[in-house]
């Protein structure tokens, strides 16, 4: 695992050197490459000029604010070194708090972060234990790629997790979003049932399949093309529409069907698990 940042985590007068690594493991998704369609080369981008269009060079271009239609300031890499901040190196913690306090909204990408050598280990594995015993987050602010975010510090097995956020500015009011009935209370009735329904469909979230089932179908149609057998597809047909309340009173009857009777012990299989435990000691 290769570390993309390197600095430290700074909570009043404690210091932690650190390397931060990328938590999502992108080369397990399916990736294309975009391919002439008559010569099946690959194809090469260019950056041109949209009025004259010529071809660019990465010298040729520079960095345009656009602060009227038309008119742009110009920003060049000097500009850029004049507003840095303090936290370019250093993960400066604001504060803790309860994870309850933060908004599912605001969460951005996550990363590990990882103790930089072995001085640094004894002072990282502290952080993380008191983090995990403490039930808070740690809050703090970092320079990366030039722009100041908003980190998440947490304790995830026995190392520490960190969560860019998003500025709360950044979030859009969901009452914006169309046809939402906000002020409306729903039917009595009908709340009953979909109570009724969430309540039958609950389970503990580690029982959900949580398997990319779309990549797992791209990789064999990948395998069948290459080993050129036709590739055959089904049809999904629309689902039918009904009233909400056989809707409702119909999802529930299959939610109980679905669910498992529960297993009644065996009062013989009890003292046939205390017998394997006594002689495991």
Do not use: C
């Amino acid at each position: 695992m290769r570390a993309i940042w390197k600095g430290h985590i700074r909570f009043s007068m404690v210091t932690i050197p650190i390397r931060i690594y990328n938590a999502i493991d992108t080369a397990q998704k399916v990736q294309f490459n975009l391919l002439s369609k008559e010569t099946n080369n690959p194809v090469k981008y260019e950056k041109r000029d949209k009025v004259t269009g010529d071809v660019l060079r990465q010298e040729d271009i520079v960095k345009g604010y656009q602060y009227e239609p038309g008119q742009f300031v110009i920003v060049e890499s000097d500009d850029f070194e004049k507003v840095k901040l303090k936290s370019t190196k250093v993960i400066e913690i604001e504060g803790f708090v309860d994870v309850n306090e933060i908004h599912e909204t605001l969460y951005d990408s996550p990363y590990f972060a990882g103790p930089d050598g072995d001085v640094a280990s004894k002072t990282y594995a502290l952080l993380s234990q008191a983090l995990r015993e403490s039930g808070k987050v740690g809050v703090g602010k970092v320079v990366l790629r030039d722009r100041e975010s908003m980190v998440l510090l947490t304790s995830h097995d026995r190392g520490i997790m960190i969560h860019k956020l998003r500025y709360p500015s950044e979030v859009r009011n969901i009452k914006d979003v169309p046809n939402l009935r906000i002020e409306e209370d729903a039917d009595e009735e009908q709340l009953k049932l979909a109570n009724m329904l969430i309540k039958s469909m609950t389970k503990k979230f580690k029982k959900i399949e949580l398997e990319d089932t779309y990549n797992d179908a791209l990789r064999e149609m990948i395998d069948s093309k290459i080993k050129g057998n036709e590739v055959v597809s089904f049809v999904e047909e629309e689902p039918e529409v009904v009233d909400i309340m056989t809707a409702l009173k119909a999802s529930i009857d299959e939610a109980k069907k679905s669910k498992k009777p529960m297993k009644k012990v065996d009062k013989s299989d009890k003292v046939e698990e205390k017998e394997v435990k006594r002689k495991a000691s």
